[in-house]
Structures are given as C-alpha cells and as structure tokens.
C-alpha cells in the first residue's frame, strides 16, 4: 500500500468525490447545498466556467444568498461576456441585494449586446423600467415598459405593470388605451379586470359599473366585484347601496381570511372597503398587515395616502 | 414521392457505425420524429400535435368508430412550426432543400433539430364525454397505423359529476429504468382496475438536464408515448425545464411541446399565457401555476389571476398543482429555500382562501403527503401546531377519510402531496410535521373523484399501492384545529448511504460495440494529446480488437504483462453521426483498470480514475475499487461532436507500475 501525503490525501479525496458525483450530475438535482457543493468540486477540479458558475449562482440564489450568487454570475459574465441571460440574472441579483446602480449597468451592458435577441431585449428593458421605479424614474420608467411591450407584445405581465405604473402616474387614458391593447394581444382575463379598475380610476364611473355587473353575478366569491361597484356607485352619487356593497365585502372578506391574516390581497381589499366606508383606523390596519403579507406599490400607495391625509 | 427526408429514419441507423438495437423503448417510426399526442382537450374539441422529419402535407381524420374518420383538419387550419436552422451555412446538406421561402416564414421551433417539422391541427364540434379514433395523414397517405390506441375522450360539461381518474407524476424525465418502471407499474394498476385514465398532470421536470428539446423528445415524449396518445397531459414548468423555456416570454422547448388553454378555452378565467392557466374536468377545477420563474408576490400578475380565477371557479372540486412544493422535507427543504417559502407565504394564502382541497407538487424527490392542514404559511420553519384540522392517516380502511363541508369553502383544510419521486433519485433531509405519509421510493399518484369523494394512491414502481387518503365532501363538518396534533416519527439520516452508480438510458444507440476493432498504440501518450484529434495520422498504429488487457481475465487483446509491460495504452477509433442536434446524450459504457481519460475530437469529455495532467504527464492515478461495466454520461457532447465523422480515443493508465491488472473495454452510445 502506498502512503499518501496529506495534501496528497486532500487531493485524491476531491478527485474520488468527483468519481461518485460526475455520472449523477449529469441529471440529477438533490437540493441546493448538495448542488453547491459538488459544482464547487467541479470548480476546483475542472476549472470554473460561466455555465457552472451560472448554475451556482441560481442555488446561491434559492437560498438567499446573493452575495455568493453576485460573486459567481461576475465572474460568469468576464468568462463569457456574449451571454446576455448571465448579465440579467446579475442584475436581478443586484436589485435583490439593493444595488441599483449596479444592477442598472449590469442591465445597460446587456442591452448593448441584445440587438439580436428581441426576446432577452424586451425582458431587459422590463427589468430596466423595474429599476427605474425603484429609483422614482417613473418617467424613464414608462419609456422602458413601452419599448419591451412593443418589442414583446404577448405577456399580459407586463401589460399590467404598465398600468400599474400609469396609475401612479395619473395617466388614465393611455393606461385605458395600453389595457385595450394588451387585452385584444393576450386575451388576458386579468387584464379585463385591470381595465374595470382603470375605468374607476379615471372616473368613467357608468361604464365601469356596466363591466361590473355581470362580473359580479358570474362569481362564487364576490368582495372585489363588490368593492369596485361600490366604488362606481359612490362616484355616482349612490352612497347608500354603496355602503351596502361594502359592508357584504367586509363580512365575505372576514370569512374567507381565515385566523392567521396573511391573504395579502384579502387584507388590501378590506382596508379598501373601509377606508371607503370612512373607517380610517381600520384600514390603516389592514393595510399595514396587508404589508406585512407581502403586499408591494398598490396597498403602499393607498397606506401612504391614507397617512398622509389629516386626522388618519 | 421519394422525399429525401422520409428516408432519413430508415438511413440513419445504417450510417452509424455498429449500430445495434435499440435496448428499450425507441424513436418513432419515420416520418414521424415525435409520434402524434393528445393536448388541450375541452367538451368541444381537442389538438392532435406531431413532428416529423421534413414537411409533411398535414391532414388529421376523426371520427366516431376507426372505419369512419370523417372529420377533416387539415392544411389552412393546421398551425405549422418549423426548425431550418438560424443561418445557412449551420444546415445539413440533406436540408438545404426545404429552407424555401415559405418554410422559412412559418413560426420557429425553438431548439428543435433542423428539418423538424411540427403540426397542431386542432378538431371542433366535438361531442362532450364521447371517445372519437384519429389518423394522422400526409396528403392521402395515412401515417399512423391502424389502431383503435388512436383514440381519445373529450372532456365532460362542467360541472358533470361521474367518476374521474387521473394520474400525477414528477421528476420523471430521466430515460432511465425508475421512469418506466413507474410508468409500467401505472399502466399495470389501471389495467387491473380495469379503470383506465381520464388524463394526467406532470408536475415538471419532465425534460432532465436542462429541458432541451432533443431531452424532451427521448426522456418524455418516447418514454411516455401510449399514453400520450390517447389522455391529454397537463403540466406545469419545472426547474430543469426552467434552464431553456422562460415563463415571462412563453418561449422554449417545454412551450414548443405542449398546447395550453390561455383564452380559459377548457374552464376558468382566461390568463393569456400557456405559464398558468386552469381547466375544469366535469365536476373539477383544476389551477396550474408556474412557480419557477414568475412573480410570485400577492401584487403580481399570476397571483391576481389565481385570485380571480378562484372567485369564479364553481366546481365541486378545486386542485391545484405547481412544481415547488411548500411543504417538504425530502430532497429540498421548504424552510430553506427561497422559492419554496414564497409559494407557502404568498401564493398558498390565497389557494385555502379560495377553498382548494389539494396541492399537488414536486421539485423533491420523494413521495410526501399531509394530514388535512390550513393557515401553515410560517416563512421560518414551518410547524404543525393548530394548523392541523385532521391528523388522522385519512385512509378509509383505517382512521377514516378527511372530511369537510359540502362546497366550496376557505379554510376548511387542504391535503398536500408531493410527487417529485417518478424518475430521478430520491433524497431526503428530514421529516416536515405536516407529513402524514414519507415515503422514499419511486412512484406516482392516481387520484379518483367520484361525486363528493376524493381518493388518492400512490402505487410504488413495482406496483404496489403504498399509501391511500380520501377527502369526503359531505354535510357540515365543524372545524378543530389541533393544538397537538400527532407527530411523525423524528427522521433519523442513515449513517451510510449506498453508493449510487450512474444508469444508461433505456433508449439508445451503440455507436462503438464492444470487441470493435480500434487503433492502439502503447507509445503514443508521449506526443501529448494530438494523437485525440481527427486529423492525426495513426496509419502506423496497430489495429486490434477490444477488449485490451492482461491480468486476470480473458482479452481479444492481450498486453505484455510485468515490469515490460505498458502502463498506459491508447486507442482511438472513428465513428459517423449524421445529425448531432439529435443527440440527447452521447455515453460511456466502459469496463476499465485503472483509469481511463475520453476525448472526442480532441475535447475532453470524461475524467475517471486520473487526477489532472494526461499522457506521460498524467498525477494521481489511482487502482479502480470493483469491477463490470460503468456508464458515464460524456460531457457537452454536442459542442465536441460534428455531423459527419468524428473520432473517439481513449487513454487508459494502469495506477502504478506493480498493478497486475490493465484493462479497456469500452462501448460508446448515443440516446437520441
């Protein structure tokens, strides 16, 4: 028997592990540390690659650890710097850990190179607008969502963070316009919804309540069909059955969020219906738990508005 | 009408040097290069979808009985996709040809091998409940054979109640011998039962390694073929699918292969992608989300639409499924993983807010199945403590069946299983509190509906029925939650684990039999690595067949044995593929001491046995522990191979100069 060194042992024991992991690599996914570990081996033996440091960095990723996954998918982009999809999923991570600026040039560096993949082009000035919100360049923003949707027109997703962002922005027409168009491209039934909203939002109060109600006799679970009737109603005077509507959302609501208060949306919902009810602290309350739920710009936009208005 | 490309199945074979039979399972039969599947059923119609190679003039025929096919679909109503390749120059000779203007202008094939075509012919007016038979023509000339396994039932009225059965499976897409065995012990259970599928759900990774079309077409389309020509597969995108088809552009080989309801086409509201979407079957509705690359915050677009589809779905039944489990302690972990906590947090709020009565998901290979829970959406670790409505084992030969209310309720208690044990090896990590059932062996679940009963199955891959759980719909049932509720037993990790060695595919090709002749040499390590490349002039090499060796054993080759004898030897020999981009995975069957190194072409492609270095400069080498056949799946074949021929060589080392044993046999396949 021969005798090994120590750092001979060191080695001969990676390369052995590399004997039993390489058939199972090759198809196998048994959870995002054993993944880590054996591509690391892979690295250490084979010598790093952007495709393993890509795959890395996506189990990084799954366990939140991004700055691991930030380190690996750099070095993935300097090995194969024509890989547009390595430079988004950086510029995703980027924005997860917070680095805007870094993530708005890993984004510009990819767009450089996208010219003739529309499908990538499209997706990065989606992510660029995201950015964009997130640093209050609403504008730039809007500009971005454009040219991804003309780009791709097929993701009623994206349609629909357009109109979120044109709310915001107050532009209810060519939000109402951008809707008509992404409903007649996806067909998207969630799109027939936000353009209901959109209606309410710009005050076309009798159109509105004219695609709410047969929405409304259609459904088994009702609250929202009757929040935004009440809302048409309200804006045309009828505060009375509007009370009525959202008094029936509130009692539907309270049933169906069950004892731990987490439906993000149920709990948005319910704030809405009070705060349209005139119940302040109530709302405020669920709004902030809606927050808590996982809640994003839609219920953060009413909270603040909510707060801001004199005695909330 | 001789068409080049109609010849090219049958060439094929011949022009791969030592082609062999297929072990298992097989390509289908020219023209066909995917036979014709079942998908998007509704009441009202169903689309036939096939591939073949080279342009076809498509025409299906329907039809009430076999002898009468009389409704037509055909060319004008037929979607077409097409694969020519991006540029010229990458396009075999025999495609030239169809690279026409108009072939050019038809809607691409993502990644599908060149001269690939694709057909949807979609048939309406259809009856609902009724089994019609189909053919699949060229022009006049019929291409499936005559066979009442051609047949297909459309979709009951929702809101019909009868019996249902469907089958769930994920994790499968291996081509290896779990995925069939599962497949096979499915087929056996309906068969006994004599109550055969209404369709099934693939809960993702269908396609392993990374969802590329040629993986699709070996690893799920072949392997499953008799069944999904007759039951519509419904499925949701896995992560492995996830590496080439992405769900925010609904591009990639997984949207190549099937045909999803985005206009609510087959029930529910309309989501205007193929990445979530829902269906009713009868008195069922079923929701399929996309949990691997899509917003999954309350606000975002899925999540709205799962909202509203909920609010309107009618039926007695709500089951969703989605590849990510929230609940799972199996090969992955839902208290740790990021994708899986934001399915339990964001997503799972809303399903029992909308009184979904089963998830079934996958993603951890391993069958896992709760008692009847609600509320559990901790983003910690999860725990069961009142969020347990039933901790009994919900079998009705033993602590009875789940029971809830009759309707469509929140919060009345959801049943989870996890069907991520169809194919790939299994794993696990521990033991989630909310599992009633854990079970690490491969299988599937069949799921029966009938009326306001709901009972699932899971039948292990030999057969055999290993777990039972019902759901009753009935009455008014109160709701308890348990502030105790029964506990599985705490996992304990084995100490060892049996060593796994790498399978074959069950469907290939041999391209070098074993005992072919190569050409060797015993010196040629001293020249580096030049002698791996095609060009390399190894006229004066000697010419032998395998298997090489000396020791114990008998070798069509015998080497000099003793301090005389070679320590190394190598060997290299040429082989033809006509067409790489139908190569799924290129493979080494091998029977070698003491360690071996693979190129193709020149480019490594497999490393056993030898540390870094190669030749005369080759360190740590080490003696093989046991002996037999290996496989090793050759590395990124496809960027080593070309069409045309190529050259495979091997060098093999013995470990040291005392080893008495030196062997080399080796086999090269192709899965394709």
């Avoid at chain 2, 509201?269 to 979407?277: H, I, L, M, N």
Wanted: charged letters at 25%; aromatic letters at 8%; hydrophobic letters at 35%.
């Amino acid at each position: 028997m021969r005798i090994l060194c120590s750092c001979q042992r060191l080695h001969l024991g990676l390369w052995i592990g590399l004997l039993t992991l390489m058939p199972g690599r090759l198809t196998a996914h048994a959870g995002p540390e054993h993944e880590i570990a054996e591509l690391t081996e892979e690295i250490l033996f084979f010598g790093a690659t952007s495709d393993r440091l890509l795959q890395r960095a996506i189990e990084y990723r799954t366990l939140g650890r991004l700055k691991e996954a930030e380190k690996d998918l750099k070095q993935a982009v300097s090995l194969q710097p024509s890989q547009i999809g390595i430079r988004r999923e950086l510029a995703r991570v980027q924005f997860g850990i917070g680095q805007t600026k870094e993530a708005l040039q890993s984004v510009e560096s990819g767009l450089r190179i996208s010219e003739n993949d529309l499908d990538e082009r499209a997706s990065l000035l989606m992510l660029r607008g995201e950015l964009q919100v997130a640093d209050g360049k609403h504008e730039k923003a809007l500009s971005d969502f454009d040219a991804a949707i003309q780009l791709h027109p097929a993701n009623a997703d994206w349609f629909l963070l357009r109109s979120g962002l044109q709310r915001r922005l107050g532009k209810h027409e060519a939000r109402l316009a951008g809707l008509k168009e992404g409903i007649r491209r996806t067909g998207s039934g969630m799109l027939e919804i936000e353009r209901t909203e959109a209606l309410l939002d710009a005050g076309h109060w009798a159109l509105a309540l004219k695609q709410i109600q047969p929405e409304l006799e259609a459904s088994r679970l009702k609250a929202s069909w009757q929040i935004r009737r009440a809302r048409a109603l309200i804006g045309l005077q009828r505060r009375a059955e509007a009370e009525t509507d959202l008094k029936l959302a509130v009692t539907e609501i309270e049933l169906r969020l069950g004892p731990g208060l987490k439906e993000a949306s149920l709990l948005g919902d319910r704030g809405f219906a009070y705060e349209l009810l005139g119940q302040t602290k109530q709302a405020l309350y669920d709004y902030l738990a809606a927050m808590e739920a996982g809640s994003g710009l839609e219920v953060q936009t009413r909270l603040k508005a909510l707060q801001a208005a004199p005695n909330p | 009408m001789n068409k080049p490309w109609c010849s090219l199945s049958t060439i094929l074979p011949l022009l791969l040097l030592g082609m062999g039979p297929l072990a298992l399972g097989g390509n289908p039969p020219a023209p066909f290069s995917r036979s014709p599947y079942v998908q998007a059923v509704s009441p009202h119609q169903i689309t036939i979808v096939w591939r073949t190679e080279g342009p076809v003039t498509p025409v299906v025929r329907a039809g009430l009985t076999p002898g009468n096919l009389n409704l037509v679909v055909s060319r004008g109503s037929v979607i077409e996709r097409a694969s020519l390749g991006k540029k010229e120059s990458e396009v075999p000779a025999h495609w030239k040809s169809i690279r026409t203007p108009k072939n050019l202008a038809l809607p691409k094939l993502h990644s599908a091998p060149i001269g690939t075509f694709q057909y949807e012919a979609k048939i309406t007016a259809l009856k609902p409940s009724t089994t019609y038979y189909y053919a699949v023509y060229d022009g006049t000339k019929r291409l499936t054979p005559e066979s009442v396994e051609y047949q297909f039932i459309t979709q009951p009225e929702a809101g019909t109640r009868r019996p249902y059965r469907f089958w769930v499976l994920g994790d499968s897409g291996t081509g290896r011998s779990s995925q069939k065995a599962v497949h096979d012990a499915m087929l056996g259970f309906i068969k006994q039962d004599a109550k055969p599928l209404d369709f099934w759900i693939h809960v993702g990774d269908m396609a392993y390694g990374t969802g590329q079309d040629t993986e699709f077409q070996t690893r799920f389309f072949e392997s499953y073929e008799p069944t999904l020509r007759s039951s519509v597969c419904w499925p949701t995108m896995g992560n492995h699918e996830g590496s080439t088809s992405k769900g925010t552009t609904g591009v990639g080989p997984y949207y190549d292969a099937y045909v999803m309801p985005t206009q609510g086409e087959s029930g529910g509201v309309a989501s205007g992608t193929e990445a979530y979407f829902s269906f009713n079957h009868g008195n069922i509705h079923f929701i399929c989300l996309d949990s691997h690359d899509l917003d999954r915050k309350p606000e975002g677009a899925m999540a709205k639409w799962l909202k509203a589809d909920l609010d309107k779905a009618h039926s007695d039944w709500l089951i969703a499924f989605w590849h990510h489990p929230p609940y799972t302690k199996g090969s992955h972990d839902s208290d740790k993983e990021k994708d899986l906590i934001e399915m339990r947090s964001y997503i799972l709020p809303i399903i029992e807010a909308g009184g979904v009565d089963l998830v079934l998901t996958g993603h951890s290979h391993i069958y896992e199945r709760s008692m009847l829970i609600d509320g559990a959406y901790s983003t910690n670790a999860t725990t069961a403590e009142t969020f347990v409505l039933d901790d009994g084992d919900g079998g009705p030969n033993s602590d009875g069946a789940y029971r809830k209310s009759a309707g469509l309720n929140p919060h009345l208690g959801t049943v989870q299983v996890v069907t991520g044990h169809s194919g790939q090896s299994l794993g696990r990590t521990g033991t989630s509190p909310l599992m009633r059932r854990t079970i690490l062996e491969h299988g599937s679940v069949l799921i029966d509906v009938d009326g306001d009963t709901l009972t699932g199955r899971m039948i292990n891959k030999n057969g055999t029925e290993r777990d039972v759980f019902s759901i009753i719909k009935r009455g008014t049932v109160a709701v308890n939650r348990l502030p105790l509720p029964w506990q599985p037993p705490e996992y304990k990790k084995p100490s060892s684990t049996p060593s796994s060695t790498a399978e074959a595919p069950l469907d290939f090709r041999v391209l070098i039999p074993r005992g072919a002749e190569w050409s060797y040499s015993t010196s040629a390590t001293s020249k580096g690595s030049l002698w791996t490349l095609i060009d390399f002039d190894a006229s004066d090499w000697k010419v032998a067949p395998a298997a090489f060796g000396r020791g114990q054993g008998v070798f069509a080759t015998p080497l000099a044995g003793g301090r005389n004898g070679p320590r190394s030897l190598c060997v290299r020999r040429e082989f033809q593929i006509i067409q790489t981009d139908r190569i799924t995975e290129l493979g080494l069957r091998i029977n070698y001491a003491d360690a071996f190194i693979a190129y193709i072409n020149g480019r490594e492609v497999a490393r056993v046995g030898a540390g870094r270095g190669n030749g005369r400069n080759i360190q740590h080498l080490n003696p093989r522990e046991g002996s037999g056949v290996q496989y090793f799946a050759l590395k990124n074949p496809g960027s080593a191979l070309r069409n045309g021929t190529n050259v495979f060589a091997i060098e093999c080392h013995a470990a040291s100069e005392d080893s008495l044993d030196f062997l080399l046999d080796p086999e090269l396949i192709a899965e394709d």
